[in-house]
Nanobody, 122 residues
Framework: QVQLAESGGDSVQSGGSLKLSCVVS????????LGWFRQAPGKEREWVGS???????GYADSVKGRFTISKDNAKNTLYLQMDDLKPEDTAMYYC????????????????WGQGTQVTVSL
C-alpha cells in the first residue's frame, strides 16, 4: 500500500521560513517522480516543483529562488524548504508521486498525501 505523509506546516509571518517533509512508503522511492503541489482556497491546485528518478525536474516560476526541493533516498523522505514566504504562499501543501520519466506539472501523479497547511501572515 502506497502512503505519503506530509508534515511541517505552520503559521508564519511574511519573510519567514518553513521546511515541509513527506515520508513515502510502498513504492520504489528513488525511481518515481516525487513532487510538491499546493492549493489555496478557491484556487486550482498548483504544481510547486518536482524530482525525477535522476534528479531535480524543476520549480514553478512563482517559487523559483525561494523554495528548494530535496530528497533523502535512505529515509524515503521528500522535503520542501520554503524561504522568504509571502502571504500568497498560503495554501494546503501536498506531496505526490507517480511513475514515469516525465515529472512535470501534468505528469501521471497517481499517489497523494493528505496535505499540510501553510499560512503566511503580513
Amino acid at each position: 500500500q502506497v502512503q505519503l505523509a506530509e508534515s511541517g506546516g505552520d503559521s508564519v509571518q511574511s519573510g519567514g521560513s518553513l521546511k515541509l517533509s513527506c515520508v513515502v512508503s510502498g513504492l520504489p522511492f528513488a525511481d518515481y517522480c516525487l513532487g510538491w503541489f499546493r492549493q489555496a482556497p478557491g484556487k486550482e491546485r498548483e504544481w510547486v516543483g518536482s524530482f525525477s528518478g535522476i534528479g531535480l525536474w524543476g520549480y514553478a516560476d512563482s517559487v523559483k529562488g525561494r523554495f528548494t526541493i530535496s530528497k533523502d533516498n535512505a529515509k524515503n523522505t521528500l522535503y520542501l524548504q520554503m524561504d522568504d514566504l509571502k502571504p500568497e504562499d498560503t495554501a494546503m501543501y501536498y506531496c505526490a508521486s507517480g511513475r514515469g520519466r516525465y515529472c512535470g506539472s501534468d505528469a501521471n501523479w497517481s499517489y497523494w498525501g493528505q496535505g499540510t497547511q501553510v499560512t503566511v501572515s503580513l
